[in-house]
Each structure stands twice: as C-alpha cells, then as structure tokens.
C-alpha cells in the first residue's frame, strides 16, 4: 500500500474512508507494520466524502476492511466511483447490524 491508497476501515468504532498517509520515514506501508497513520473522511452525501473533524489516525491493518485499487491525492475530500460507494454502504450497514447484535446480547445478559 502506498500514500494515497483509498480503502474502507473501522476508526473509533465506525467505518470510514481512508487515505493511506507515508510515514515519517518515508516507506510505504506493509502487512507487517504494527499501525497505519491513515488520513479519515466521512460521508458528505452521494458519493462524496469530506475530511472528518478528527482528520488524522493511527489504525491497526486488521482494522481495514478492504482497498481499492485507485489512490487520491487529495486530502480534502474524496468521490468514490459507484461501485466502492456501494460497497462501502454494504460494510456500514454490515458493521451496524454487528454492533446492534452485539448489544442486545450485552443487554439480555443484563436482565
């Protein structure tokens, strides 16, 4: 993966867009790095996605969920072509069903 890699990761607990950032010393990242400083973006409507209020991270590589073959130079915002729109509804809605799930099983332990 290289600067400017667009991919779908969990950040704080929700899924995002991200933007692959160099690191300090300059090499690409690997499999085996133990974090990513990732640049994150949040939806902003169809297609479109702007810089979050928080627009920097640093992300384990177990927490991406997939990469796209395309890279931005923009840090800005970000328009992703329909198809990685759409897969990316799919993992949100995927990712709020489990954390939903996940809940209710916490709370019926409750009771």
Do not use: C
Not at 10 to 26: D, K, R
Not at 34 to 39: C, F, G, I, K, R
Not at 44 to 52: E, I, K, M, P, V
């Amino acid at each position: 993966m290289n600067r400017g890699t667009v991919a779908i990761a969990v950040v704080q607990h929700q899924v995002m867009i991200i933007q692959l950032v160099t690191a300090a010393s300059g090499y690409s990242h690997h499999r085996r790095d133990q974090w990513l400083d990732v640049y994150t973006y949040t939806p902003f409507g169809d297609h479109l996605f702007l810089a979050s209020s928080v627009p920097q991270a640093r992300i384990a590589p177990s927490d991406l969920l997939t990469v796209f073959p395309f890279r931005t130079t923009t840090t800005d915002m970000i328009e992703l072509p329909a198809q990685a729109y759409q897969e990316f509804l799919q993992l949100k809605a995927k990712h709020q069903k489990k954390q939903e799930n996940l809940w209710r099983a916490w709370k019926a332990k409750l009771r």
